[in-house]
């Protein structure tokens, strides 16, 4: 018996309007994949001749790509990159999706602190967004560009580390010389302090963060039984705003 195929379109039929539909998918596709781009500069303070050679730099660089250049941000290079407001507009829009990359042409504008650019290139990677330096093998979005921006972290993390060594040897030759320091406080051990930072910073709750110190068997530094919510509000207290503060939340992007 053969079976009657009803009203359904011829096989070439089928097969051109399946074709059609994946080239309309995949075209739909490379025009999502294209990324949106904000440039930025940090000039120097006076502003160099070579100012207006960067900001070509990047615009010949979306043209070459095929991005899309939305503005060009520019700071004058001074105090902590974190701090700068062009950079913080620029990273606020990245985080709401507003824009997909951020260009620098030359990477020693945007940060002379290892630790401030640890602190950034684990922002990007955390958020799945993409920092691209013209002058240095860096793209976030590339292996190769994640590797070296892991290794830019784990720098930041010596770093931070070699600074707490250096604070808690300054203080135990203070001691050593019978000179008053004060009761130890958090503040005194700079690893535990970022530690209770950085789970802050995940949206730990105080009580939270006392109950994990608590579970850790961490001993409190003014001789307290255990941790509580107040001496986890207190320890806060104590740290001046670090990289990390400066960066938008990286929910906001992911809503």
Same mark, same amino acid.
């Given at each position: 018996?053969?079976? %009657?195929?009803? *009203?359904? /379109? !011829? ?10 539909? *994946? ?10 994949? &294209?990324?949106?781009?904000?440039? @930025? ?6 502003? %160099? ?26 700071? $004058? ?6 701090? =700068?407001?062009?950079?913080? @507009? ?13 260009? *620098?042409?030359?990477?020693?504008? #945007?940060?002379?602190?290892? *630790? ?19 002058? &240095? ?5 590339? /292996? ?7 290794? #830019? ?11 707490? $060594? ?25 690893? #535990? ?9 995940? %949206? ?20 307290? /039984?255990?941790?509580?919510?107040? %001496?986890?509000?207190? /320890?806060?207290? @104590?740290?001046? !705003? ?8 990286? $929910?906001?992007? $992911? =809503?």
């Amino acid at each position: 018996m053969t079976r %009657s195929r009803g *009203v359904d /379109a !011829p096989p070439r039929a089928r097969d051109a309007a399946g074709g059609a539909r *994946v080239a309309e998918r995949m075209a739909a596709h490379a025009v999502r994949a &294209l990324p949106t781009v904000i440039g @930025y500069l940090a000039l120097p303070d006076p502003v %160099s001749a070579d100012a207006s050679r960067h900001s070509e730099l990047i615009e010949e660089a979306c043209a070459r790509e095929g991005w899309t250049l939305l503005e060009t941000v520019r700071d $004058r290079e001074r105090g902590r990159i974190l701090e =700068r407001p062009g950079l913080r @507009y620029a990273l606020e829009r990245i985080a709401r999706k507003r824009a997909d990359v951020l260009l *620098v042409g030359e990477m020693r504008r #945007l940060s002379r602190s290892i *630790v401030d650019l640890g602190a950034l290139m684990a922002w990007f990677l955390e958020i799945d967004a993409t920092l691209i330096a013209l002058d &240095l093998p860096i793209n976030t979005s590339t /292996a190769g560009g994640r590797e070296v921006a892991s290794t #830019l972290i784990a720098l930041a993390d010596w770093e931070r580390e070699r600074i707490a $060594r250096r604070t808690r040897r300054g203080l135990a030759e203070v001691r050593a010389h019978g000179q008053p320091v004060g009761r130890p406080a958090v503040g005194d051990d700079p690893v #535990l302090l970022e530690r209770i930072w950085a789970m802050r910073e995940t %949206s730990m709750t105080l009580r939270a963060i006392a109950d994990q110190l608590n579970a850790e068997h961490v001993p409190t530094l003014r001789g307290g /039984a255990e941790w509580r919510p107040s %001496s986890i509000q207190t /320890a806060l207290g @104590y740290r001046r !705003p670090g990289p990390r503060d400066h960066l938008p939340s990286p $929910r906001a992007r $992911r =809503r």
